[in-house]
């Protein structure tokens, strides 16, 4: 790292800590009202982003469990923009942009994916998300034409703790042709449930292809992960309400079933409690996650798609006695207690 | 829809974008005017996809006049799926209410763009929790035509 990469880590990071300072500084903004933008918020999110923007819209909201701000105006082309600002920890956890160059783009997009994870990450840097703690892994790269609504570059990043896949996403994404983050979005919520596996993975796999009906089930992966048992629907955020669970995910196609020509293989996917080998879900597949990312990946060939849900090796007894990570908030929030 | 594109079925005739060669009988988008037509949204696979035959049926509906209409490039949402949990139905659940109230239902009505990212979001996240691991990357085929920033609220 050279003098001026250093020079520039350390602005971004300024500039963070001047948004979450902001942000805890003020009575929660969630109290107020929606209208004009708060100008010191305003502010400090155009410096995050390292853009001018004219924000001319703020209203409260909340994502998850918390409750956030979001903020609408454009960016110096004109461009609508939006903003998603977490009201505890001050830390951006959604960006869209939108793309007016749409029907003026080259035949290829200007920048490569290499260049567009380069953006991604130094937009992760500008916003402060601790991306190296915590258990975040770069899971997939894909390419998506949206036609004259822009093309675009995805990294997709998932949190994993001894193999478990965790309530935690976060993407971003950079628009091909113009090289600007059109999308980001952070969720990452904090594991309440014991990571406790009285079931193992083959009791249910049996589970699942024994519901399956099908002649010649092929298992095709199988995850542990931390989601939540359904209870009912937030209609307005079509979140799943219900309590944490540690589940198996078990994937399975029929090879007895014939591979329609145009289209891929059909299968199904079974949900067990991993405590109480409950057999919870059960649900039959319109198409597996690869087939459009494959597709998404042919129309650019520029990025390749990850096999997503990789089978992991888990060491029971140690997860027993482990500690699941601190979400990205609960980090920010260290850090800015230790300042 | 048909996996080259071009086509939609609707309850009792198909339809194309376009007549594959003048005189052509059939039915076909071209020629119609959907001036009037603000936002026209195809919730099917292919609907964006273009036959070189009969065309493309987002595209071709901007052609005929409306401001903005969406499809999708490959597999879309597919409403043969429509149990009351589906993803499908979470998909379009998502789609109108932004378009409607906002996303987040924050009294701001997003764009067709937005709108169609927060549905994006919206079927992941509910993917990744209910550890149903059928990432529903169809929901990021879709294409818009015409005008990407057009919203459906305030009505006029």
Known sequence: MNRRQVLTLAWHGAIAALLLSLA??????????????????????????GEEFHWTEQRPGRRHDRAVVWLYGEDAEGTDVSAVVDLQTGLLVGFSRGWMGGLMRGKEPAITAEEALKRADGFLARVGVPIREGGWRLESSRFFDHGTAGRDYEFDWSKYFHGILLLADMWVRVNGDSGLVSYYHLWDEPVVVPLVVRVPATEAVRLVVRRSGMTAPVVERVV????????ADDPLTGRVVGPQMLGWSVWLRDAAVPVPRDRPPLGLIGVVDARTGELVRIRSLPQPPSAAGERAGSRGARAKTAKRLVPAKFNLARLRNAKPPPTVFQLVQQRRSRR | MAPSGGAIVSATRLIHARRPQPGA???FLEGLNLRNLLLAVYGACYS???DPMYGNIAQQTVIQGARTAVGFDGYGPGFDQNDPGSLHRWWSNALWQALAVGPDGNGSPATIQDALEHAVRVVRERSQTLLMQDNPWWSENYQIFGDKTVRIVPAR
Do not use: D, F, H, W
């Open chain 1, 224 to 231: 542990l992960g931390v989601g939540r048992r359904y209870v």
């Open chain 2, 25 to 27: 009988t059939g039915n």
């Open chain 1, 24 to 49: 805890g500084a003020r009575p929660p903004l969630a109290a107020q009202q929606a209208g004009a933008p708060q100008a010191s918020l305003a502010a400090a999110v155009s410096e995050v982003l």
């Open chain 2, 48 to 50: 964006a996809t273009t």
